[in-house]
């Protein structure tokens, strides 16, 4: 693995034991340093399941992967209501994303200063102190994105962070993973149906259903967007 890798998937598969169709086959891809890699597919394609994949949160079935010792992660799954049962405040979600494999029931100063800083990237700064359960769909999300931003990591994998923001909300968190990758090199994994932000900011496309069927830069994709449910 050259040092411009982060992860390097070879040949991975991944099921649920149901003796249905892989939820993904035969996938290869480097996520490599400073990029916005999207990945994009209709629902069920294998998307989330690849991201799960990478972060060792689900088992590969065959094939390899190998990650870059160390690597700090930052992630945000698909926004689920079980998120406001959660019995802590929007300071206490962004902070406990500071947590890299390690814990301790102290936080120190970087921490905290991480903690205040992710916020204030999501302008979330005046709902510090605000229960998680009285967040609406749009402030939840920017919470959970300051978390995966707290830990000051090298990549974010981001599972269609903007699906439950307004348009105007959404476009000022995509040029933050601009900013983020051009400014900090943090490298980006991003599922998205925003074809507008794929063609004009991501380093390379990933499109996915089930098997790889792209992998490249945009302009050498010659697939219709509508095929994969991805529209602007």
Partial sequence: M???VLISIRDVSMNY??????????????????EILALVGSNGSGKSTLMKGMLKLMPFSCGEMERKKGLKI???????????????????VVLSGTRQRRFSPVYGRRERESAQEAMKLMEIEDLK???VGALSGGQLQRVLLA?????EPELLVLDEPCSALD???????LHLFIRLRDEK????????????????????VLVLNHTLEYLGDISGWNGREDEHTCHH
């Fill in 2 to 4: 050259t040092e411009d």
């Fill in 17 to 34: 034991g149901t003796g249905r169709q892989d939820a993904i086959e035969h996938v290869s891809v480097d996520i490599k340093k400073g």
């Fill in 74 to 92: 930052g992630y945000m799954a698909q926004m689920h209501t079980a998120v406001r049962d959660f019995p802590a405040t929007v300071y206490e």
């Fill in 129 to 131: 102190h605000q229960h």
């Fill in 147 to 151: 978390r995966a931003i707290a830990g």
């Fill in 167 to 173: 348009a105007q909300t959404s476009d000022k968190l």
């Fill in 185 to 204: 090199q943090v490298s980006i994994v991003i599922s998205t149906h925003d074809w507008h932000f794929v063609r004009h900011h991501a380093d390379r």
